[in-house]
């Protein structure tokens, strides 16, 4: 893989900052979805509302059909699980579910911006995308990314500064 050019440095930073803060967010999306899922599927039946009859933030129980079991959730034969929501008002569960779906796009579009002006193989991409879909691997992968981008952009720039100073030494 060719490396990034030096003229490119500006919006390598740009991007690592953007997909930092996606990162972030994305994980700490994941991580509600997480508990969202364990309230909403596990014995206890929660979803979490706003407003409505329960009063500012309450907890609803969730009904599930008949046909629902915590293994059902893993088996593509018996998708058919239907859960009925006992709240009203807003529903915070569905939307955390609804909001780190989208997001998850934008953090996408992060991952691959760092991955392109980088030049970083194909292999790569897909772990960094993997860091919205696995809990709490988007905080390691930010850490670690930023750690190694800044490291490289660093390193190259000492090494074209220290190439261009005897060059321009030598013509006085």
């Not at 018996?78 to 989208?102: P, Y």
Request: proline letters at 5%; charged letters at 15%; hydrophobic letters at 55%.
């Amino acid at each position: 893989m060719p490396a990034p050019r030096l003229a490119s440095f500006p919006a390598i930073r740009n991007a690592l900052r953007f997909y930092q803060i996606c990162s972030v967010i994305t994980g700490v999306g994941l991580l509600l979805l997480l508990a969202e899922m364990i309230l909403k599927y596990t014995p206890i039946h929660l979803e979490l509302f706003a407003g409505g009859s329960g009063g500012a933030l309450w907890f609803a129980g969730v009904i599930p059909g008949a046909d629902c079991q915590w293994w059902s959730l893993f088996l593509p034969q018996t998708n058919s699980c239907e859960m009925l929501s006992l709240g009203d008002g807003f529903n915070i569960s569905l939307a955390i579910l609804v909001v780190h779906g989208w997001f998850y796009v934008v953090y996408l579009f992060a991952c691959f911006r760092v991955w392109s002006l980088m030049r970083w193989k194909f292999l790569r991409f897909i772990v960094l995308a993997l860091g919205g879909v696995v809990p709490a691997l988007s905080f390691f992968m930010e850490a670690r990314v930023g750690r190694e981008v800044r490291t490289y952009l660093a390193e190259r720039e000492a090494a074209e500064a220290a190439a261009s100073i005897p060059a321009t030494e030598g013509t006085r």
